[in-house]
């Protein structure tokens, strides 16, 4: 686990409540310490645990702000490159063109656990963070199948339930001021590495919210925003979540086939099976 902030701190503790060895990565001493004195294999030498994670063929953890990833993954081409390789960071493009930019995008497989809280640093974290929670696992054309696996494995050991497209919400929908209150540098860096899809998003919102505060101005109802809202809102809650069990990892198309059904709202609670597995 390369950060053991509130999602990577919250990751260590839930792998190993799982049964899984794991040990983590964080160049604050502070969090060193303080995750040792619970009891967790911690460091704060990246290269030792990039060797160790080399020597043991380690699935990787990037756990850390968006800014940290050039220098985080140049160590890990260095001196780890062909361990499997996911993420937990929440804008994932930009994750992506890093990842690709060292030449590792045949190990990654990007991920999003869709979970958290207004909380930060190691002292946050929690075991239960992401029981019950949604957990994206990308199926990109260049993910490998038994990589993919290994990250949908470490998904459901934690808890979440598997979500292989973008049929999802996050909890900022349900309550944006939980991410508000999140540490600025963390929000601003999310932001900022995600402005070539935000800044059409927030056009649109200014659109919407321009014609309201015109319509509230001249004495005319603001229904049609009131009600797309609150269907929003219905879609949201009623959004129907079957289980994904026919798909064999591996197989010809399956990457299209978990997206399709990701689309349609399909969700992954028990391990797939793997073509040519070696298990």
Avoid at 134 to 148: G, K, L, Q, R, Y
Avoid at 173 to 186: H, M, N
Wanted: proline share 5%; charged share 25%.
């Amino acid at each position: 686990m390369l950060g053991l902030g509130l999602i990577g701190g919250s990751l260590l503790r839930a792998a190993r409540a799982a049964g899984r060895e794991v040990f983590g990565y964080n160049r604050s001493v502070e969090a060193v310490r303080a995750a040792r004195a619970e009891g967790f294999d911690a460091t704060d030498n990246l290269d030792e645990a990039l060797r160790r994670a080399a020597a043991a063929d380690a699935l990787v953890v990037l756990a850390v702000p968006v800014p940290a990833l050039p220098i985080l993954l140049a160590h890990i081409r260095d001196t780890a490159p062909g361990c499997p390789l996911t993420d937990v960071t929440s804008v994932k493009g930009r994750v992506l063109e890093e990842v690709r930019a060292v030449g590792l995008l045949d190990r990654f497989v990007g991920g999003h656990p869709m979970a958290g809280t207004a909380e930060s640093g190691w002292a946050a974290g929690d075991a239960g963070l992401f029981t019950g929670a949604p957990w994206v696992v990308a199926v990109d054309d260049h993910v490998d199948p038994h990589i993919w696996a290994q990250v949908m494995a470490l998904a459901l050991d934690c808890g979440s339930f598997v979500v292989p497209a973008r049929s999802l919400a996050a909890g900022s929908f349900r309550d944006g001021t939980r991410v508000a209150a999140t540490a600025p540098d963390l929000v601003r860096a999310m932001c900022e590495a995600n402005a070539e899809q935000l800044v059409p998003v927030l056009d649109r919102a200014l659109d919407l919210l321009h014609h309201a505060r015109a319509e509230l101005v001249d004495g005319r109802p603001i229904t049609d925003l009131v009600e797309a809202g609150h269907a929003a809102r219905t879609r949201y809650e009623s959004f129907p979540r079957p289980d994904i069990v026919t798909v064999v990892i591996g197989e010809e198309r399956w990457r299209e086939e978990l997206a399709a059904q990701g689309r349609a709202g399909g969700v992954i609670r028990s391990a797939l099976p793997v073509r040519d597995s070696r298990r």
